[in-house]
């Protein structure tokens, strides 16, 4: 990715909004009770907020008025990465918090949930409503004997019951964890079976691209397979009674009970998130009630400025860290627009009538669907009524430049687009969207507060204006507790800390520009580096698919037992598209030309498709390792990806090669 040859912003806040955005008026607050920085703007406030990361963190609590049922002894006990110590002595419970608009008479009756599916059909649930389900679940899981530390499964689409049932585990102290029910068997299995459920949340099946898709087979083998149940919760999305055994929805949510809310030390777990895991079993990542409690804090009220005015949409399902960002913002007032399809079904502006038909404010996507959009030629803003939306956010992958200009022409001139990054790790984002600073074409807009982001060179130097490592250079409370199964933390260790003792390394290519921005080039794992010169995949891929002919590419840099280096490029052809010498010939020029005579691919070969993991990202890392002779069964895990039969096209060329 590269930015604009100038330095003229695409998009620029006005002064009505700068003087009205919370990150704003955070920054004043602070400045009168904990000595931030009253003048400087955003650049000033971040500065302090990492220099004073104890200070900055109590601020936070404060603000949001985090509600302590046990006082904490210090904000930061230990600093240490990783095992950082966050406000020890402290209790409090996430779901009390998640559901305290619902305590506000003006508001009981405002919509806490949309939710919306492919039919267009639109739900409602209050917040009164909302806290009457979720006290009802609460209590029904304590019959069953679910207490503090027992894991809570959810194989559920993005649906309200989802969000209920996951706000009910974190009332009672239970640890939730959530697949998507297009997630075969055998990935849900290499998932729960790793944290043994006592509790799984299940429905009959989804609807998806038009069609029903029944899921009771699949359903049955997990009870089978998970032999910690002590009970299974059907809720009937295609309509079929619970199976023998199975408790219904409606039963478990009928009842009119406050809610009870555990309070829970700093530290507890909240929940359980999986890495892609495309090698080995997935990386089962626990993150704490308290941690997350402050992180989405931050991000969603003072970041992405969502309060009681704002719908928030963002398109992810529940096996996607995104989703448990989405509910997150219920913490802040914010309604949650729910949608449950496909992102392109009946047709390619699927999220744009979902996010007119919704009043969304904050629209939240994927970079590879507005790439998309702009490849079919889509009109958003003439074709819908998107007077409302404030912001359009993207994750993901890096959003390309044509990106920013696509958004900018064709939704509105006066559009905040952040691009944002950061990672399931931490379920959260090291950089990304700011309210009261400029967007500048292909860049993030800065590293976010409380985030000691730094780009270092392989010897651990930080530098500016140039690609380096992302790393993080002091602890953020919703970096993981630790990964379960894991017990002498040697898994997490190497995961994130084994290159740069005590800094956490992303595994990102990263550039902290002058200006106070943060340009994301895609994996350093799946890095291409020719004769010195190194470049993130996402360069590539941004030129390349600018072709009409290109529908997806996929590039990997093969180190050879002789010193050689092979980048080969593969491309998933567009319909009717034919990988000729004239269109060989395009995608040399437009590499050489856009970005750099040594990253011209060695050879272009056409393939059925890029495959992908089970949240949409191309599997570089993977691919490479076939291509040097793995066998597929040791290259990766099988059920981690979208379609296997894809990768079996890379292992036979493999076979070819050798």
């Not at 406000?87 to 009981?108: I, K, S």
């Not at 679910?146 to 640890?175: C, E, K």
């Not at 032999?227 to 809720?235: E, N, S």
Request: glycine share 8%; net charge negative.
């Amino acid at each position: 990715m590269t930015s604009a040859a100038d330095d003229t912003p695409l998009w620029q806040p006005g002064p009505e909004r700068v003087a009205a955005a919370a990150v704003t008026r955070f920054q004043s607050w602070a400045a009168e009770r904990h000595g931030a920085p009253a003048e400087g703007g955003y650049p000033a406030l971040h500065r302090w907020s990492v220099e004073e990361l104890d200070t900055f963190w109590q601020a936070v609590a404060e603000w949001f008025d985090i509600r302590f049922s046990t006082p904490y002894e210090t904000v930061l006990a230990s600093r240490a990465m990783p095992g950082a110590e966050w406000f020890p002595g402290a209790t409090l419970n996430y779901a009390e918090h998640a559901l305290r608009t619902a305590e506000d008479p003006l508001r009981a009756d405002a919509p806490a949930l949309f939710h919306v599916d492919e039919t267009q059909a639109q739900a409602v649930m209050s917040w009164s409503e909302l806290r009457r389900q979720v006290g009802s679940l609460a209590a029904e899981l304590r019959a069953l004997g679910v207490t503090p530390g027992d894991r809570v499964s959810g194989y559920l689409p993005n649906i309200p019951q989802a969000v209920v049932a996951f706000l009910a585990t974190a009332a009672v102290g239970g640890v939730w964890t959530s697949c998507a029910p297009d997630f075969g068997a055998r990935s849900v299995l290499d998932r729960f079976q790793q944290v043994e459920p006592v509790v799984l949340f299940t429905v009959d099946g989804y609807r998806y691209g038009g069609k029903e898709h029944d899921r009771t087979a699949t359903v049955t083998e997990l009870r089978r397979e998970l032999p910690t149940l002590r009970a299974v919760v059907h809720v009937p999305l295609l309509g079929t009674p619970a199976p023998e055994g199975a408790l219904a929805w409606a039963d478990v949510t009928a009842a009119d009970t406050e809610p009870r809310f555990e309070h829970v030390p700093f530290a507890h777990p909240l929940w359980v998130l999986y890495s892609s895991g495309t090698t080995g079993l997935p990386k089962a990542i626990v993150q704490s009630q308290g941690g997350i409690l402050l992180e989405h804090y931050k991000q969603l009220g003072l970041h992405c400025d969502l309060g009681p005015e704002d719908r928030f949409f963002w398109y992810t399902s529940t096996g996607w860290m995104m989703w448990n960002f989405l509910v997150s913002s219920l913490l802040t007032g914010t309604t949650v627009v729910l949608y449950d399809g496909s992102p392109g079904h009946p047709d390619i502006s699927a999220q744009w009538r979902v996010a007119e038909q919704t009043g969304a404010t904050f629209f939240g996507t994927s970079a590879a669907y507005v790439m998309a959009c702009r490849k079919a030629g889509a009109h958003p803003g003439r074709d819908f009524d998107l007077s409302r939306v404030q912001c359009v956010a993207t994750t993901g992958s890096p959003l390309p430049p044509d990106g920013f200009r696509w958004l900018h022409d064709e939704v509105t001139d006066d559009l905040w687009i952040a691009s944002v990054s950061g990672g399931t790790d931490v379920c959260s984002c090291f950089a990304g969207a700011v309210a009261t600073l400029p967007v500048h074409i292909g860049e993030l807009q800065a590293p976010c507060l409380g985030t000691d982001l730094q780009s270092w060179d392989a010897d651990g130097t930080p530098h500016l204006g140039e690609v380096g490592e992302l790393v993080v250079t002091a602890p953020m409370p919703s970096m993981p507790l630790r990964f379960w199964n894991d017990p002498d933390g040697s898994r997490y260790h190497d995961s994130y800390f084994a290159t740069y003792p005590g800094v956490w390394r992303h595994g990102d290519w990263i550039t902290l520009t002058g200006r106070g921005s943060v340009i994301i080039h895609g994996r350093s794992d799946s890095t291409l580096n020719r004769q010195g010169v190194r470049m993130g995949s996402a360069d590539i891929y941004e030129a390349v698919e600018r072709l009409p002919q290109i529908r997806e590419s996929l590039v990997v840099g093969i180190e050879e037992p002789d010193g050689g280096y092979w980048m080969p490029l593969f491309v998933h052809l567009a319909d009717g598209a034919v990988l000729d010498d004239d269109l060989r010939t395009a995608i040399t020029r437009t590499l050489r030309e856009n970005l750099s005579p040594r990253h011209v691919p060695d050879e272009v070969i056409q393939v059925p498709g890029i495959p992908h993991t089970l949240t949409g990202k191309r599997i570089e890392v993977p691919v490479k390792r076939l291509l040097q002779g793995t066998p597929l069964d040791q290259a990766v895990n099988a059920g981690s990806i979208d379609d296997v039969g894809l990768l079996r096209h890379y292992a036979e060329l493999a076979r070819t090669r050798h």
